[in-house]
């Protein structure tokens, strides 16, 4: 049971760049989403989907876009990469009851 | 608006008692949730309220308060791998999970 996996874990992007966050999970989880973490802070929602083809904004969205074709997979986008965007990036599964699974982080610097 | 706040440090003694709080406003709420995140790691799930009152799960005990928006997390018989962030949280009734900043807890022998 491999629970939520995010791919890479580390990259470095130049500005302008674009790429692609990986994340899937085998729980066959409904809610899936994206986070944000900033040094020395909270998490910031950046983008959530609620099952198969729905996707919806979080806090933090611009600069980002998502899809979610499959209940499995939830790819982050980001199209033109600027400094800005230097993070790591959580992407968490969840059913209806509690329980969010975190997968283990992707760490992200633009340069 | 949304506004979850927690204090931003803090420090305790190996043995001791500490209690983090959480002050809440948010456009809903569907439950208040505690994680510990040590340094580069993802978030651990320590606690879940979404009624009134205390849950108690080992060494840590968790406080909800919906009327007040408030919540605190008790950490008992401190240990040092106890130093870690606690982040609160709140679900949203659209399963949407909104955090604080996050409380930096530093153990000390």
């Known amino acids: 049971n491999a629970g939520v996996t995010q791919t890479p874990k580390f990259r470095i992007l130049k500005i302008g760049q674009s790429m692609t966050l990986q994340c899937t999970q085998d729980m066959n989880h409904n809610y899936m989403y994206w986070y944000r973490q900033d040094p020395g802070m909270g998490l910031k929602l950046i983008y959530y989907s609620v099952g198969a083809g729905i996707t919806d904004k979080g806090e933090v969205p611009n600069g980002y876009n998502v899809s979610r074709s499959t209940t499995e997979d939830f790819p982050l986008r980001l199209e033109l990469a600027a400094p800005s965007q230097t993070s790591v990036y959580f992407c968490?599964?969840?059913?209806?009851?509690?329980?969010?699974?975190f997968g283990s982080g992707t760490r992200l610097t633009v340069v | 608006g949304q506004n979850i706040d927690q204090p931003t440090e803090m420090t305790a003694t190996e043995g001791a008692i500490v209690q983090i709080n959480c002050t809440y406003q948010?456009?809903?709420?569907?439950?208040l949730f505690w994680y510990q995140q040590h340094a580069g790691e993802a978030p651990t799930f320590l606690s879940y309220?979404?009624?009134?009152g205390l849950e108690e799960k080992g060494r840590f005990s968790s406080f909800l308060s919906r009327s007040k928006g408030y919540s605190y997390l008790l950490l008992k018989e401190l240990q040092m791998k106890d130093s870690a962030s606690y982040l609160c949280?709140?679900?949203?009734?659209?399963?949407?999970?909104?955090f604080g900043a996050g409380t930096r807890l530093a153990v000390h022998p």
């Open positions: 949280a709140v679900r949203e009734f659209n399963n949407k999970l909104i």
């Open positions: 968490a599964s969840s059913e209806d009851s509690y329980g969010y699974t």
């Open positions: 948010t456009s809903g709420f569907n439950g």
């Open positions: 309220n979404v009624l009134d």
